[in-house]
């Protein structure tokens, strides 16, 4: 029995099906089943409840589970503006809310009447509700799609026929519905599998595609993001004479930077590349790495939320005398492996991850030389932090194990070893967080 189709003083008459009813059902069983657009669905739903029940206003509020909402855009009555106006209400709640929580027709002879009707839409938008007729959407997996709700009954109160009718439409129009609901979305993640493949394709294109070989130096260098855009960006640019050309070209000074913002994903990727553009345009105006970093970091605390930072070591190598002048904004472990004393040494932060604490004062630089057979090692965190199905991580110490055992071979070689230690340290999962590494190695 519908819920409301007692209520005393009320009388439902029994008339018969309007003789022209079952070839109107057909047809809008036929439009319903010719159209996956959305849209076209829910416009052919409501024109069709409206019509058939001799009705003024009819409206379909689709079912949100992950909220328990109902919500509707498309209804009669409603704003006609380009984006229109998007109605949420708690599934609970209402009239709409009864035959979605209850799973039954609900027929309201006299809305105002009914204290689950909610009478401020009506104050709000001048409009008198009279009767309502609320028929729950089922799919045919027995799950609740959403609510049809139609007003106002030109003849007066929703008959019995009129029930019988709106379910007749609501069993087509929960499956067209639900399909259409299915086809948007599979839509939506192409789309946006598109967009993503489009960014990470950007963001490998601002990576070096050849490195810089100067005599007497090796260098290695690549980035592996955790899904199809990282957090992690770097860059080995070449300079002589303090301007930067091109890889092929004789250089004096190389300048590192290995940037790692928090997360990974889009908003990281934008953020590590900010880093890398901001980089290149200090070198372009001859500006020291000091100097870089701090205006790198004056300008994330601007743009970034609370909350989200980006580390960095920006280093600076003359490629003669093997002299390096670096920055550790929060970047580490930063590894130097002397080959002479066969000892690593961690270098120090020399200022806090960029983005946190705006500073008018450039920070201190660590400077060091390097010798024959000396290497520099950064890594992100995405290798040290990498998990064992024990839950053990890698970190430091078998890094430089790693390195150790290999200190006479190509970082190269180095680079392709850590990547092939991360897939058996991790039995094949995919990686957790993003992976950078930057090798560099003086050979004379």
Avoid at 238 to 264: F, K, Q, W, Y
Avoid at 266 to 285: D, E, P, V, Y
Wanted: with cysteine.
């Amino acid at each position: 029995m519908a819920a409301g189709a007692n209520i005393p003083g009320t009388r439902h008459q029994a008339d018969t099906l309007p003789p022209d009813a079952v070839e109107k059902l057909i047809a809008v069983s036929r439009r319903l089943a010719e159209t996956a657009d959305l849209a076209m669905v829910l416009a052919t739903v409501i024109d069709a409840l409206r019509d058939l029940l001799e009705a003024d206003r009819a409206s379909v509020f689709e079912y949100d589970p992950a909220s328990n909402e109902l919500f509707t855009h498309v209804a009669h009555g409603l704003s006609d503006k380009d984006r229109p106006e998007v109605i949420r209400i708690p599934a609970s709640r209402g009239i709409a809310g009864a035959a979605a929580t209850e799973r039954v027709l609900v027929n309201i002879p006299d809305a105002y009447a009914d204290s689950r009707f909610n009478r401020e839409v009506d104050r709000r938008t001048g409009y008198r509700t009279h009767s309502i007729l609320a028929i729950p959407l089922m799919d045919h997996e027995g799950r609740l799609v959403g609510v049809a709700q139609v007003l106002n009954r030109r003849g007066g109160a929703f008959r019995a026929i009129d029930e019988q009718l709106a379910a007749g439409i609501a069993a087509h129009a929960a499956v067209a519905i639900r399909r259409g609901r299915l086809i948007e979305d599979r839509l939506a993640r192409e789309r946006m599998e598109r967009d993503l493949m489009a960014a990470r394709s950007i963001q490998q294109s601002t990576f070096p595609t050849a490195l810089p070989s100067p005599a007497n130096w090796q260098i290695a260098a690549a980035g592996e993001p955790a899904e199809q855009c990282g957090g992690d960006a770097f860059d080995v640019v070449p300079l002589r004479s303090g301007h930067i050309v091109a890889p092929e070209e004789a250089a004096d000074e190389l300048v590192v930077l290995i940037a790692d913002a928090t997360g990974h994903g889009i908003g990281s990727a934008l953020s590590a590349m900010q880093s890398r553009a901001m980089l290149r345009l200090g070198l372009r105006l001859g500006q020291p790495i000091e100097r870089i970093a701090s205006e790198t970091n004056r300008q994330l605390c601007q743009d970034l939320p609370m909350g989200r930072f980006v580390t960095g070591w920006f280093a600076r190598v003359h490629l003669a005398t093997g002299r390096v002048a670096c920055i550790a904004a929060g970047q580490g472990p930063i590894l130097l492996y002397r080959r002479d004393a066969d000892a690593f040494t961690t270098l120090p932060t020399d200022m806090p991850p960029m983005g946190v604490l705006a500073d008018d004062v450039p920070p201190e630089r660590t400077e060091f030389t390097m010798q024959p057979g000396d290497l520099l090692v950064a890594l992100t965190d995405g290798y040290f932090e990498s998990e064992s199905p024990a839950g053990d991580q890698w970190q430091q110490e078998r890094c430089e194990a790693l390195i150790r055992s290999m200190r006479d071979a190509s970082p190269e070689a180095m680079l392709q070893a850590c990547n092939a230690v991360m897939q058996d340290w991790c039995k094949g999962a995919p990686a957790a967080d993003d992976r950078t590494a930057v090798i560099l190695k003086r050979l004379a």
